[in-house]
């Protein structure tokens, strides 16, 4: 289940910290919120590492709102993904994919698409990837991958023209015996419903998350129920003054990022070359070389520019495997990137939750229980557990959580933007705001009480002050006309997972030119940008001028880009490598400026002499004495300096909204994000992320919805006509406010803020504001109007007690 | 089926008919919605296109296909001579005959104007175009609307205000803020909201792509 524990994601931990115990030093560091609680603290850390950086505004690059290093190519259009790669002859894959949602497949015919004018290739497919699987195969026997949802790939088909792959793979001729379906996760718990699996199944997580843990037990098409307990929960609602209990229902979201999945495959004997749209290439090089079986120096993933991921973009998945398949049989490279249906169908999406929430409290606020029994389908995969935010946000007494997964025949989910924290945090966020309401107390205030973090006490005391806040009306249902204006906040969580296992080499060349070389993708959230400013920083050299040379596994391995791990991850290791880079870089120069290594620092792009043996030197012209052609250093990720603190990130989001009462139309008019990613490298694509966050959030609170058909078992709005996103209109004026905040973690104290932003609160924010504007609780997303005008035709109490 | 014919010799004998007496023709509809979403102007431009058909309107009807047949594109003022099938969108001419990529296929289907490109200045959805309907058209894409080594303004603004995350959106949303400037150099930020209000962005990049066409519209003010 999605119920994060800090530090639980990728990787197992690194023993760099015992190889390097040897040798440390005591630093001090600076710790808190500039303006608020910022001090020094010490901590020791190997003797290695460079020296503290200052805070953001004592530095020159590291923090500054530096333009996108690739900000040029992607508005020229010159930027190449993986969706625009052509090589020589190569060939267009498409898939053949099922068109029922549960079948047996008897034959599959592909004489006829193999004598179509142009097809050089068709696969059958042998395995499918992405589903759970069963823990006992022997319960199920079948030559074919048995079909778990309309759209599973079948076969698939190259051919020397995308048309004429549509076209053979039109001929291919499936034999199907139809199995006995279900799409609807309320049919599915009950009793005679058709199976999806005929017995346990459980779907792997990746690097992004979701999946679920072995050995969970299964009733049914119910995976479940994943059990957490602390303390008697029962005793906790006995001491508890007042009670909150509510249902809140969530939908099904695809991720639905601009650029499908795909690849570019070309097998050649020595080598399989493999262009993907990924947010790992190390999780794609991984999966070729196991699936095939052949060493991964053989396997090179690139991704140069990556057109969205949101979660789902990790491993090969059928389209690398099948592409690599293909490729390999007709001696040609072979492209297959899915269509927009087959993106919405069968690469994931976030599951659905209908979560049974009851919180109960002291008069003074205490919490003195918390319950979350939660259902959710994520397809016939895993991952629809949502105790994260009732897990993690608040201090409680006693905890009971029951996670189940209920299995329908859909696509299988994949890990999406904090798997499992915007259902949660819908749920949780609004009761709380309810439990406020019922202790008459102000909802800042209660938090207040509850919530510890030092980091969101100083976000409150912002939202506090903000003129947002204050133009809050405390009464609800205040405005006397069909419009009615109300204003909401909610919180959000994440949690700062590192992947250990991760790198990168920095050269410095006699021209002067510095690169930094890693295997790392930028997914749009600019971590080339953030490696230019930690050179530029070290080197003293423009950002714009540096070489950021990323999305290739023939350089150090990167982090897999999900859980919003990769700065956090991967910068301490850049840093670290240019540090030493530096050093090494100084030694070269040394002797042709008659001076000792030890005499001379790289500081604002000056080598200077500390007994001042000579005037200072321009890098680059230092650079020009170097005694070798170029000196280089890798690093790697060493472990946190203090990993037992701050494990949390988040914030807070406020929404003003405007309800037509009439109409049934939610307009968010307003929304106020005060969040924090420890140091903040380049404010400016921070701030892009929370913006995208918080528009994700107000999509997926308002409009989106995967819609299956109960008859046919099809979705049937698999296209962004029908399946409908946020688009200019539905856009808030959005304000954000970037807490900068330092932990003393590592040598560039960064963090990630993809997660924490916006996507996980909006929703709950959104409900806030809503009860504040109505007077009403809507506990089901999305929010159409005809959700609202029933909420508003029928409120529904909560069930309260006591 | 259509029988084949000898495939035309020069631009203006290419056919232009979408619309006949007998109603709309796939092409005809496939012209009319390559237009919807791209921005500016759904219904103006509707009725320029339904315009010039009708007046086109003619006694023979020439078909052409289904095999590959010359046609000459003006593609950024450079002429290209490629061979066609009738099928085939501008999109697909532009992108795997050409490798010209910087115009994007998200949707395929006219809904998120990632491929958004000018035919005479006026943005279009080149999946929802036919490359045979831009034949004798001026065609602009998003390697063509600066020099070389020069950015657009509005391509500079989008750099200078980070109005990008994944870039995938981004051809299509410069293509379509620009048009909006070529015919309103003085736009609110309303207007930059319908001018995008049919391209997509799923990273969310939205505010910054108002403030920086806004600052755009502003910069080529101050210079004119």
């Known amino acids: 289940m999605a119920t994060h524990t800090p530090h639980s994601l990728p990787d197992a931990p690194l023993s760099a910290a015992t190889e390097a115990a040897a040798a440390t030093k005591i630093v001090s560091m600076p710790i808190g919120i500039p303006g608020y609680t910022l001090h020094e603290e010490q901590r020791t850390v190997p003797a290695s590492e460079p020296p503290v950086l200052p805070v953001n505004s004592d530095l020159n690059f590291i923090g500054k709102s530096l333009p996108r290093w690739d900000g040029r190519a992607k508005v020229t259009g010159s930027a190449r993904y993986t969706a625009d790669v052509q090589l020589p002859g190569m060939l267009y894959a498409c898939f053949v994919n099922s068109s029922l949602p549960h079948a047996r497949v008897l034959s599959v015919d592909t004489t006829a698409a193999e004598s179509h004018p142009g097809v050089k290739g068709v696969h059958v497919i042998e395995q499918v990837f992405g589903n759970a699987v069963l823990r006992d195969p022997s319960l199920e026997r079948s030559k074919l991958p048995i079909v778990r949802y309309a759209g599973q790939p079948i076969a698939a088909v190259a051919a020397v023209s995308p048309q004429a792959a549509e076209e053979a793979a039109a001929k291919v001729k499936v034999k199907y015996e139809p199995l006995p379906f279900v799409v609807d996760a309320d049919l599915a718990r009950e009793p005679n419903a058709p199976l999806v699996f005929p017995g346990a199944a459980d779907q792997a997580g990746t690097a992004g998350g979701g999946g679920s843990e072995g050995g969970i037990p299964q009733t049914g098409n119910v995976h479940g129920p994943a059990v957490r307990k602390q303390g008697d929960a029962e005793q906790g609602f ?21 650029e499908t999945h795909g690849v570019v495959a070309d097998w050649k004997p020595d080598l399989l070359t493999v262009y993907a749209s990924t947010q790992g290439t190390a999780s794609v090089r991984e999966e070729l070389a196991g699936y095939f079986k052949i060493p991964k120096s053989q396997v090179r993933v690139i991704t140069e520019y990556m057109g969205g991921g949101f979660g789902a973009k990790f491993g090969a998945g059928n389209p690398g495997v099948v592409a690599a398949t293909l490729s390999r049989k007709t001696g040609a490279p072979v492209r297959l990137m899915l269509d927009r249906e087959e993106e919405h169908l069968s690469v994931g999406n976030r599951p659905s939750s209908d979560q049974r929430l009851r919180i109960g409290a002291k008069k003074d606020g205490t919490i003195t229980a918390i319950q979350l029994i939660s259902f959710g389908t994520a397809g016939c995969g895993t991952g629809a557990g949502c105790a994260g935010p009732a897990t993690n946000l608040y201090k409680w007494a006693t905890l009971h959580v029951e996670e189940n997964d209920v299995f329908i025949n859909a696509g299988p989910a994949a890990a999406f933007r ?35 973090n030092p980091v969101r006490r100083v976000q409150r005391k912002i939202i506090r002050e903000s003129a947002i806040w204050k133009s809050r009306n405390p009464r609800p249902n205040a405005d006397p006309g069909p419009i009615k204006r109300g204003v909401g906040l909610s919180q959000s969580i994440w949690y700062r997972h590192l992947t250990m296992n991760c790198g990168a080499e920095v050269r410095v060349h006699k021209d002067g030119s510095v690169e930094v070389l890693s295997a790392v993708q930028d997914i749009g959230s600019g971590i080339k940008t953030v490696l230019a400013q930690i050179l530029a920083e070290q080197f003293g050299v423009e950002a714009a001028k540096i070489s950021v040379k990323i999305g290739d596994t023939n350089y150090p391995v990167g982090p897999n880009s999900g859980g919003s791990v990769t700065t956090a991850s991967l910068t301490p290791a850049v840093r670290d490598a240019a540090w030493q880079a530096a050093r090494k870089f100084l030694a070269s120069v040394a002797p042709a400026l008659g001076a000792m290594p030890s005499d001379l620092t790289l500081s604002g792009g000056m080598v200077r002499s500390a007994s001042g043996k000579f005037q200072p030197l321009a890098f680059r012209a230092a650079a020009a004495k170097m005694n070798v052609d170029e000196v280089s250093a890798q690093a790697k990720r060493i472990p946190d300096y203090d990993p037992k603190k701050y494990d949390t990130y988040g914030g807070i989001d406020v929404a003003e909204v405007a309800v037509d009462t009439e109409a049934g139309r939610i307009h968010v008019k307003h929304v106020l994000s005060v969040h924090d990613c420890g140091r903040p490298i380049n404010p400016a694509q921070v701030i892009s992320q929370i ?88 506990r089901q997303l999305p929010m159409t109007p005809a959700v609202v005008l029933a909420a508003l035709n029928q409120p529904q109490p909560s069930m309260e007690s006591l | 089926m259509s029988q084949h014919q000898t495939p035309p010799k020069d631009l203006p004998e290419a056919p232009s008919t979408a619309l006949t007496p007998a109603g709309i023709t796939r092409r005809g509809f496939l012209k009319g919605a390559g237009i919807t979403a791209a921005g500016t102007a759904l219904i103006e431009g509707v009725q320029v296109f339904q315009r010039e058909a009708v007046a086109a309107a003619p006694q023979n009807v020439k078909e052409f296909g289904p095999e590959p047949f010359p ?20 999109a697909e001419a532009l992108r795997i005959q050409l490798n010209m990529t910087g115009t994007k296929v998200s949707c395929d289907r006219g809904v998120c104007s990632s491929c958004t490109v000018w035919l005479d200045k006026m943005p279009v959805n080149s999946c929802m175009t036919l490359a045979i309907d831009a034949v004798g058209h001026h065609v602009t894409t998003i390697e063509g609307i600066s020099a070389a080594d020069e950015m657009h303004p509005v391509q500079a603004a989008f750099v200078r205000h980070d109005a990008l995350q994944c870039g995938f959106c981004t051809p299509g949303m410069v293509m379509s803020c620009a048009a909006l400037l070529e015919k309103n150099p003085h736009p609110t930020e309303a207007d930059v909201r319908y001018a995008v209000s049919g391209n997509l962005c799923r990273c969310g990049t939205y505010p910054k792509v108002f403030a920086a066409t806004l600052d755009a519209a502003g910069q080529l003010a101050s210079k004119a």
């Open chain 1, 418 to 452: 904090a798997p499992g924290h915007p259902q949660g945090a819908f749920a949780l966020e609004q009761s709380i705001d309810e439990l406020a309401a019922r202790l008459n107390m102000e909802p800042l205030d209660l938090r207040d009480r509850i919530d510890e």
């Open chain 1, 238 to 258: 006995k001491d508890a003054d007042v009670i909150v209990d509510a249902r809140y229902t969530t939908q099904v979201q695809t991720h639905s990022a601009l």
């Open chain 2, 71 to 90: 046609v000459t594109l003006q593609i950024n003022g450079k002429a290209h001579a490629l061979q066609i099938e009738p099928r085939t969108t501008l």
């Open chain 1, 691 to 778: 913006n995208g966050g918080v528009i994700q959030g107000i999509s997926y609170t308002l409009f989106e919805h995967r819609l299956l058909d109960p008859n046919y078992g099809l979705m049937v709005n698999a296209n962004l006509d029908k399946y409908k996103i946020a688009g200019s209109y539905e856009v808030p004026q959005v304000e954000v406010q970037l807490t900068e905040s330092y932990i003393g973690q590592s040598s560039t104290d960064a963090s990630g803020i993809g997660e924490a932003a916006g996507i996980i609160s909006v929703g709950a924010a959104i409900g806030n504001a809503f009860h504040n504007a109505t007077g009403v609780r809507i």
